[in-house]
């Protein structure tokens, strides 16, 4: 294993090995920029562009322009780029990751690739975890790129839907992933040109990139539309689940998070509910809200899953700790959950878009990621992403000490020992940031803390108003915080006067993550930039990591302990906790993989769409291809009734005309006594003559201008409905294809055959339908979009500091998307 970092290790300094000369040119142009006057470092910019349209490549540019940068960093906000940070600018600029240490001015060392690269006119954006730090780095580093002559946009939840376009036209725009991600399916489902945002995706530098391309990964982005089904079901199911007992009634995988019913459990259930064969095809539906309600009641925790707020389930996100406002769990498991609290159960929702994280952001021509902590999840970055990490060196020496682990027997006894630590440090005047998992976790802790009199900040989703707020001053004399994952990534804690004298930040973890990289993320709070600090994590045999994944061995060593109130000292324990991370790890990677590898088949079904829809949305003329479509209606239509026969009088003639009436003959026109004078060319071919006629005619009396407009809309709402009802169908398979590994074969290739029996099926769909609806359509002045959408995104209550744009008039439409004047909505 030590061998295996080693090689890591010195992959990342061969690569800094190389950019040492690049830094000592970058270095070389420092004096030369240092007597420009500030309009003639502004008209470099301009210079540059001239440079790159006549051939140079934006890597001859790299010293000069990466000097530039600093230049104006240093004029406009007083900040120098240290020579570590010029490295790590030259990484993003390669398309790779950087890993920075906490504190290490990441997001200053982002400016030098990005002007850089926006200088190819393409457009840069920069994506960050939440909308507090787009706005605040928009406006803290764009005043660089406004120095330098570059406009800078800004797309957060609060921007107008009408100031879209024109932010992503600028040079560089900052902005969160949900919305990045969300503008690129709701440009997909645009029906004019002018409502389309997005620029083509050129080069994009992911912030927090572990936690966007690999933690939220798991969740695809989802546009959805309310749909009818009734709610009074999972109220009735949610009833029954507190009889049934465990290990009795059914079984819990803490590990897969799943619950299933046994045969007397099923039993139970089916009497109590007066159903049978619940799991069968007429009753499936039912058999559905059982599984689910049994995931709701036995696997989804309150307060550690998701909290009740205002009468609402709101879920807390397991990797950051907030709270991700607007976004439900799928296939009815967030009703299930509803019915299970006993709050108003929310209609269910029809999807109308969605993509991964993964598949969007591959999109990119090029893509780059920063963070603290992404070297354990390299494999991962270099096999989804194509992405490699570079360790890049601190400015000054880390001078943390990072204390081994102090392991108790319980939980009680684990907590007893932190708040007596908190407390002599505390005594001390040491600050200290006590980092916990979930928020029953982080009140408990906090109640424990009263007790003894100590004050202190809690933060957690529960507690998160103030969050910048309170994580930058925890490093002030005598400041104890609990948070829980969230740490309040994106603003330092800085050393209050006199703290370095009593040891720095000192950062106490309650228990260990599942994932090695959330640990690290909390340990680096501690040492920023040559502070001193102290980190420490204290585990009990009790904790989730080591209950579930312990294993029967490590739960006898821990029980071997009678003493609730002293530490275990075992080196195996130790490196069994290790274990049981990586092995979490590797199974999250496994279901993220998974997720990708089914998204992969739906994403190549969704680019031939997307880009079809695209065609004919800015294209001119769509006759050529209605036409075709119905000449293909025709085609399968005569195959379709001729039931096989080669001789027309066997045909199902009286099928054949009630479907053609339906479709390409709204005025009929043909009897069934004349088909059957003809062969089965001549029938296609009168078929053809009489439908070109009937087109004629209502292009006549429309005009061709606005035939040209309904055939565009046509298509257009043909295809979106067609996609969204495949799009659901393609759920539902996704859903049971898991039960094909029973007969011995692969799930994966079966979805793969039978997706593309459905794709085929929604083209001949869309035809269909495009060719019965071009005869019938009229124009009316308003189209009326899907109801209630909605969007499954983390939408931040916080909204402090957050530009929203232009104000909106009391009659402008609503920017909430609801069609209606503001004033009769968000406006009241």
């Not at 959805?224 to 009795?248: F, N, Q």
């Not at 400015?395 to 204390?403: C, F, I, T």
């Not at 690290?520 to 009790?542: C, H, K, M, T, V």
């Not at 949305?617 to 026969?645: C, P, W, Y």
Request: aromatic share 6%.
């Amino acid at each position: 294993m030590l061998k295996f970092l080693e090689s890591l290790l010195s992959d990342s300094k061969k690569t800094i090995k190389k950019l040492r000369p690049v830094v000592d040119r970058i270095n070389g142009f420092e004096e030369k920029m240092a007597v420009l006057t500030d309009e003639e470092l502004a008209a470099k910019t301009i210079s540059y562009k001239e440079r790159i349209a006549k051939g140079e490549s934006l890597g001859d540019l790299l010293p000069e322009a990466f000097a530039i940068t600093r230049e104006a960093a240093k004029r406009v906000l007083g900040m120098r780029h240290f020579d570590v940070q010029l490295i790590g600018g030259a990484v993003l600029h390669q398309g790779r990751i950087s890993e920075m240490k906490t504190g290490e001015g990441k997001t200053l060392v982002a400016t030098l690739p990005v002007y850089l690269n926006a200088l190819s006119g393409n457009g840069v954006h920069v994506i960050t975890v939440n909308d507090y730090l787009a706005t605040r780095d928009s406006e803290w580093m764009g005043q660089i790129y406004k120095f330098l002559g570059m406009d800078v946009g800004l797309i957060i939840h609060s921007i107008h839907p009408f100031e879209r376009k024109s932010e992503y036209a600028k040079d560089i725009v900052y902005g969160t992933n949900n919305e990045f991600g969300f503008d690129y399916l709701r440009d997909n489902m645009a029906v004019t040109e002018e409502s389309m945002a997005q620029r083509k995706l050129n080069y994009a530098i992911v912030d927090e990139v572990d936690s966007i391309l690999i933690d939220e990964a798991r969740t695809p982005l989802i546009i959805s539309g309310e749909a009818d089904k009734p709610t009074s079901m999972y109220e009735t199911v949610a009833k029954v689940m507190p009889s049934l007992k465990k290990d009795v009634d059914f079984t819990l995988d803490e590990k897969q998070r799943l619950a299933t019913l046994t045969e007397e459990g099923l039993s139970k259930v089916e009497k109590m509910l007066g159903a049978s064969r619940v799991y069968e095809d007429d009753n499936g539906e039912l058999g559905h809200h059982i599984n689910q309600a049994l995931v709701a009641q036995n696997v989804m925790k309150k307060d550690v899953d998701y909290i009740i707020k205002d009468g609402e389930i709101v879920i807390v996100d397991q990797f950051t700790g907030r709270l991700m406002y607007g976004r439900r769990y799928s296939n009815g498991l967030h009703q299930a959950i509803e019915a299970k609290e006993k709050v108003k159960i929310q209609k269910e929702s029809q999807t109308l878009a969605t993509i991964t994280f993964q598949n969007y952001f591959r999109m990119y021509d090029k893509l780059a990621g920063m963070t603290g902590t992404a070297k354990t999840e390299e494999d991962e970055f270099r096999s989804i992403y194509g992405m490699d990490v570079v360790v890049i060196p601190t400015n000054v020496e880390v001078n943390r000490v990072d204390a081994d682990d102090v392991i108790y027997r319980t939980e009680v006894g684990k907590f007893k020992a932190i708040a007596a630590e908190v407390a002599e440090r505390h005594k001390s005047g040491q600050p200290v940031l006590v980092g916990t998992i979930g928020i029953d976790k982080s009140e408990a802790l906090s109640g424990l803390l009263k007790r003894q009199g100590i004050p202190h900040q809690i933060l957690n989703a529960k507690h998160h108003e103030k969050e910048a707020e309170i994580i930058s001053k925890a490093g002030e004399m005598g400041a104890v915080t609990i948070a829980t994952n969230m740490a309040g990534r994106g603003t330092d804690i800085v050393l209050g006067e006199g703290v370095q004298d009593v040891g720095g930040l000192c950062v106490i973890g309650s228990e260990r993550h599942e994932s090695r990289r959330i640990d690290n993320q909390l340990r680096g709070r501690a040492g920023r930039q040559g502070d001193p600090g102290r980190s420490q994590f204290y585990i009990s045999s009790e904790d989730d990591l080591l209950r579930v994944y312990g294993g029967d061995r490590i739960q006898s060593l821990l029980k071997m302990s009678t003493n609730d109130d002293t530490p275990i000292d075992n080196a195996l324990l130790t490196k069994s906790i290790e274990r049981a991370q990586k092995a979490v790890e590797s199974r999250n990677f496994e279901m993220r993989k998974q997720v990708l590898e089914y998204d992969n088949i739906m994403n190549q079904q969704r680019e031939i769409i997307y880009r079809q829809r695209r065609d004919v949305l800015l294209g001119e003329d769509m006759k050529t291809n209605v036409i075709s479509m119905i000449e293909d209606v025709i085609e399968n239509a005569a195959h379709r009734f001729s039931n096989g026969e080669e001789y027309v009088e066997n045909w199902d003639m009286d099928g054949l005309l009630m479907y053609a009436s339906q479709s390409f003959l709204p005025n009929r026109g043909v009897t069934k006594e004349e088909l059957l004078k003809l062969s089965q060319e001549e029938i296609k071919m009168l078929f053809r003559e009489k439908a070109m006629e009937a087109y004629e005619q209502k292009e006549v009396a429309v005009s061709p201008e606005v035939m040209r407009f309904l055939e565009k809309q046509v298509v257009l709402r043909s295809v979106d409905s067609k996609w969204m009802d495949h799009i659901d169908a393609m759920d539902q398979l996704r859903q049971g294809i898991g039960l094909r590994a029973y007969g011995q074969k692969n799930p994966l290739t079966e979805y793969n055959f039978e997706s593309y029996d459905m794709f085929q099926n929604m083209v001949a769909d869309i035809k269909e339908e495009v060719t019965r609806l071009i005869y019938r359509v009229t124009v009316v002045e308003k189209q009326e979009g899907p109801k209630n959408v909605r969007e499954n995104k983390y939408e931040e209550e916080n909204k402090q500091s957050v530009r929203t744009g232009k104000k909106v008039g009391r009659n402008d439409p609503c920017p909430c998307g609801s069609c209606k004047k503001y004033k009769q909505c968000c406006g009241r």
